[in-house]
């Protein structure tokens, strides 16, 4: 299991994660570190603590917004099947479900 230290807010953290998803994990706390600095631009200077809670809803509410997209996609895939659609455009419509999922999966490991 690897070692993994981030920074956010200021403070280091040291992560385990596995082997070979270090980059993943460091991503992971840039994403977090770019929502606590646009709190932070709004002008919210709470504590640590608030400026996690609210990044983490932030956080939430994205991977929310990408699951909706991802179901509505799925169900636009599934119609598409059903009709005389163009093959093509279910093709499309496939690969954009396969990626907003696999959006949704990224934000959703710790």
């Known amino acids: ?4 230290t981030v920074k956010i807010n200021g ?8 082997d070979g998803q270090e980059g993943h994990l460091l991503s992971m706390a840039a994403q977090v570190e770019q929502r606590i600095d646009s709190i932070k631009a709004l002008g919210s200077s709470s504590g640590e603590q608030r ?3 609210l990044a983490a ?26 009709g005389k659609g163009d ?3 279910a ?17 959703d490991q710790p």
Not at 91 to 107: D, H, V
Request: net charge neutral.
């Open 11 to 18: 403070y280091s953290y040291t992560v385990g994660c596995e």
């Open 1 to 4: 299991m690897a070692q993994v």
């Open 87 to 89: 093959g093509e455009q």
């Open 51 to 53: 400026l996690l809670v």
């Open 57 to 82: 809803l932030l956080m939430a509410d994205e991977l929310h917004d990408t699951r909706t997209e991802a179901d509505s996609l799925r169900a636009m895939l599934a119609k598409a099947g059903r």
């Open 91 to 107: 093709r499309k419509i496939s690969k954009l479900a396969a990626r907003a999922e696999q959006i949704a999966n990224g934000l």
